[in-house]
């Protein structure tokens, strides 16, 4: 949960930084924004979610 909160937090940050500078505009925030929740709905929402775990737990290992 915390790793999942944390992950929302800095993807979060991210996208508004590349809004601050334009680098991304407000309408392809959204898409990707509503991909990201029609993705979470879907199966592949399993393996993403254990191949991030296995790469944060894998950080601290190197």
Not at 13 to 38: D, E
Not at 47 to 56: D, K, Q, Y
Request: without cysteine.
């Amino acid at each position: 949960m915390a790793v999942t909160v944390s992950l929302v937090f800095l993807f979060g940050l991210v996208l508004f930084f590349l809004l601050r500078s334009n680098t991304i505009s407000w309408g392809a925030a959204f898409i990707a924004v509503m991909f990201g929740f029609f993705l979470a709905s879907t199966g592949a929402s399993g393996p993403i979610n254990e191949l991030t775990t296995a790469v944060i737990n894998a950080v601290p290992d190197m």
